[in-house]
């Protein structure tokens, strides 16, 4: 904005440098008789030379507005104010049109708005954009449908309520929902109540009801009592050890440690398996020999044999 006319203390116009009552010139020639005479229409060019320059009534004295820079619009801001020219806000930095005359790509704020839109032609065109119908759904001409890759399904497709079995897999148990509240209700048939007790006898142990977890033990065996027991190595000979029935010291042989005997101690002989072969007595007597007494001779006997007829 720019302040051409000054004012006198009546609100009359003043050009810069004139005051009140003087006549008025211009290049030497009065072109009023007094200024604020009443008569400054005649004048108002010769004050005002920017075409497009408006005159508004200011707070003291009328003013010229020279124009805004292009593309700003003239702005009220309401009684008691100046106008102004200003980017009107929200219009992205372009002008507010109202009728458009003229040749439209010499507005280029709007063409470059209208560059950006579809042309309605293209309203529900395949590639276009999507127009709704009165329900605010697509038309099938803009949402193709089908069962391939880059196609919708409508909403009475097959394939969405068609009974099939589940794919396999797993839930945790606590996913499952309306649960047996009892062991048989699960089918189990052969459960243990913990009210039932695990006696055990010696040498088991760890015995009880079934309210935990149990833990049978077994003692080690003793010599008075039964229980655990260690088998020995072969050859093995510590303590506390049960030899293997494999042994090797249970079956090998070798002599015998230096010993005696009583006569009670041998069996009698008639007790002994008869000799199959020839006894060397080795030069020694046979004390007490009894020859065998019959009263028939033996039939085929063996050579060497001895025998009494007590018949006879």
Request: hydrophobic share 35%; net charge negative; charged share 15%.
């Amino acid at each position: 904005m720019t302040q051409i006319f000054g004012c006198d203390i009546l609100g009359n116009i003043m050009p810069p440098g004139v005051s009140s009552g003087s006549p008025l010139s211009w290049n030497g020639q009065q072109i009023m008789p007094f200024y604020g005479s009443g008569s400054q229409t005649t004048a108002l060019d010769w004050f005002g030379s920017v075409r497009g320059s408006i005159l508004y009534r200011g707070e003291y004295c009328w003013e010229i507005l020279i124009p805004g820079a292009s593309g700003k619009v003239l702005t009220s801001k309401g009684s008691g104010f100046d106008p102004v020219y200003q980017i009107v806000s929200g219009s992205g930095g372009g002008a507010t049109w109202g009728t458009i005359t003229g040749t439209l790509s010499d507005q280029s704020d709007l063409q470059s708005a209208l560059n950006a839109k579809e042309i309605s032609a293209n309203r529900n065109a395949v590639s276009g954009y999507a127009g709704l119908d009165g329900n605010s759904k697509l038309t099938g001409s803009q949402q193709v449908y089908g069962t391939a890759t880059n196609t919708a399904c409508v909403g009475n497709d097959a394939r969405l309520s068609d009974a099939r079995t589940p794919l396999s897999h797993t839930h945790p148990f606590s996913e499952i929902t309306s649960t047996p509240t009892t062991v048989s209700g699960y089918g189990i048939v052969n459960a243990v109540s913990t009210g039932f007790l695990l006696n055990t006898t010696a040498p088991l142990g760890g015995g009880g009801d079934f309210s935990a977890n149990r833990t049978l033990t077994v003692a080690n065996a003793t010599t008075t009592a039964v229980g655990v027991v260690e088998l020995a190595t072969s050859g093995e000979v510590a303590a506390n050890v049960v030899v293997q029935g494999n042994d090797p010291r249970l079956n090998d042989a070798r002599t015998p440690i230096a010993h005696t005997h009583t006569s009670g101690d041998l069996p009698d002989l008639d007790g002994i398996t008869p000799p199959n072969a020839s006894v060397n007595f080795n030069g020694q007597q046979a004390l007490s020999f009894r020859v065998e007494n019959r009263t028939g001779d033996p039939v085929s006997p063996e050579v060497g044999r001895l025998w009494l007829r007590t018949d006879l």
